[in-house]
């Protein structure tokens, strides 16, 4: 047996919750699933193997003047990605555009029989979308 059986949660660090929130949670449709006087939110992405939530969690950036580095190859985190269903990512691809969102298409490296697109979140981390082609 694998040790590692799913991904359970990604930690973000934000200047804004409200921006990070409102782009997880109302544009993505992540729940938040932490106690509302909580100073981290968690917000549920689903559900991995043997219940436990696959999570991201934003957290207040420790010094609330700091700033993340503007040149994406400088930045720690890449991209993290969501998985949602073909029926669904059409949608959510128009929801970002309305948004105001850059949009950006792409092709997955090792991944066949898919759509992918990205967009970035309020603090500049890339979030890619992959469906599974319809």
Request: glycine share 10%; aromatic share 8%.
């Amino acid at each position: 047996m694998k040790p590692v059986a799913g991904l359970a949660e990604i930690v973000l660090w934000t200047h804004d919750m409200d921006r990070s929130l409102a782009f997880y949670r109302d544009l993505f449709g992540l729940e938040v699933i932490s106690p509302p006087d909580f100073p981290k939110l968690f917000l549920s992405a689903g559900t991995g193997p043997g219940g436990i939530p696959e999570m991201i969690v934003l957290m207040p950036h420790p010094e609330p003047g700091g700033t993340f580095p503007a040149p994406k190859p400088e930045r720690v985190l890449h991209h993290m990605a969501f998985a949602v269903d073909p029926g669904a990512y059409d949608d959510l691809e128009t929801r970002c555009r309305a948004a105001g969102l850059e949009v950006r298409q792409g092709i997955h490296p090792v991944l066949k029989g898919v759509r992918t697109f990205y967009v970035d979140d309020p603090e500049g981390n890339e979030v890619e979308i992959i469906a599974l082609e319809a």
